[in-house]
């Protein structure tokens, strides 16, 4: 390739990017016009969150829980976040990759509430690896990319979001969410369990000796305030804000010895017998 075409080709990525840019901040202009010619009312914002919050579904994955320090660390999850903004309205909000390069994305999560001009956001990097079983992995699939930054970027893309939010909103939704989850299930308790260790065993690998041994009393003397803390705990995994390793004695399996060949073909005979059996 001559200097030719890579002034030319430069150009064009120039002219391209410029492009974006200005359509951007175009976008951007006509949003703030729309917030300014058409402002909330928050009152009416406060009541729909309220209503939304009333909802079992969403009160369910309402709220995440961590350890640190010593203590637990409780607050409101990406998922209640993200209906809050939707339903305060005026508010622009996401994670955009801006650049790749080496290896690594470098991603900003932001939160834009367009009334107020009142901006939060976060830059960080994300390594195209993931860890595996087999070790560390690397990622070349444009869409396992994407995910990838999206799950590292959703803790900060809540903060953003929490930032631009007055917190008695934020408070009031998080207190409704806890009232809804207290009255809303109609199913039995001991249902209820059964479904959350089920979920807990698929998706983590969390036995009941291992829920049980972290609230130090067995499963059929669980309360409801014991069942919401279960399901606390499995939006907090799910959400990424902890690992099960946080909450629970996370034994680490030993690989089993290599049968030898008696040993094999003793239960080879026995399977033979059944099966004729």
């Given at each position: 390739?001559?200097?030719?075409?890579?002034?030319?080709?430069?150009?064009?990525?120039?002219?391209?990017?410029?492009?974006?840019?200005?359509?951007?901040?175009?976008?951007?202009?006509?949003?703030?016009?729309?917030?300014?010619?058409?402002?909330?009312?928050?009152?009416?914002?406060?009541?729909?969150?309220?209503?939304?919050?009333?909802?079992?579904?969403?009160?369910?994955?309402?709220?995440?829980?961590?350890?640190?320090?010593?203590?637990?660390?409780?607050?409101?999850?990406?998922?209640?976040?993200?209906?809050?903004?939707?339903?305060?309205?005026?508010?622009?909000y996401g994670i955009k990759e801006l650049e790749q390069r080496n290896g690594e994305s470098t991603v900003v999560?932001?939160?834009?509430?367009?009334?107020?001009?009142?901006?939060?956001?976060?830059?960080?990097?994300?390594?195209?690896?993931?860890?595996?079983?087999?070790?560390?992995?690397?990622?070349?699939?444009?869409?396992?990319?994407?995910?990838?930054?999206?799950?590292?970027?959703?803790?900060?893309?809540?903060?953003?979001?929490?930032?631009?939010?007055?917190?008695?909103?934020?408070?009031?939704?998080?207190?409704?969410?806890?009232?809804?989850?207290?009255?809303?299930?109609?199913?039995?308790?001991?249902?209820?369990?059964?479904?959350?260790?089920?979920?807990?065993?698929?998706?983590?690998?969390?036995?009941?000796?291992?829920?049980?041994?972290?609230?130090?009393?067995?499963?059929?003397?669980?309360?409801?305030?014991?069942?919401?803390?279960?399901?606390?705990?499995?939006?907090?995994?799910?959400?990424?804000?902890?690992?099960?390793?946080?909450?629970?004695?996370?034994?680490?399996?030993?690989?089993?010895?290599?049968?030898?060949?008696?040993?094999q073909q003793f239960k080879g005979g026995e399977q033979n017998a059944a099966e004729q059996g």
């Open positions: 390739m001559n200097n030719l075409q890579l002034q030319y080709e430069s150009q064009e990525m120039s002219v391209n990017a410029h492009s974006v840019k200005s359509r951007e901040m175009a976008e951007v202009q006509s949003q703030i016009f729309l917030a300014k010619q058409f402002p909330r009312n928050e009152m009416q914002a406060e009541m729909k969150i309220l209503d939304a919050c009333k909802r079992l579904r969403l009160a369910e994955t309402a709220l995440y829980q961590y350890p640190k320090g010593g203590q637990k660390v409780t607050g409101p999850s990406i998922r209640l976040a993200e209906t809050i903004a939707r339903y305060w309205g005026n508010i622009n999560a932001y939160a834009w509430d367009m009334e107020t001009n009142t901006r939060q956001e976060k830059v960080f990097q994300v390594k195209h690896q993931i860890y595996t079983k087999q070790g560390m992995r690397s990622l070349t699939d444009p869409r396992d990319i994407y995910e990838l930054a999206a799950n590292y970027g959703a803790r900060r893309l809540r903060a953003c979001i929490l930032g631009v939010i007055p917190g008695d909103v934020i408070d009031n939704a998080v207190e409704q969410c806890a009232r809804t989850l207290e009255t809303g299930y109609q199913e039995p308790l001991k249902d209820r369990l059964v479904k959350a260790l089920a979920w807990l065993k698929e998706n983590y690998g969390i036995t009941q000796e291992m829920v049980e041994d972290n609230f130090t009393y067995k499963v059929d003397s669980f309360t409801q305030q014991d069942f919401l803390k279960l399901k606390t705990i499995s939006q907090s995994l799910k959400d990424g804000m902890a690992k099960r390793e946080d909450f629970f004695k996370v034994k680490t399996e030993k690989a089993e010895a290599p049968k030898n060949s008696l040993e």
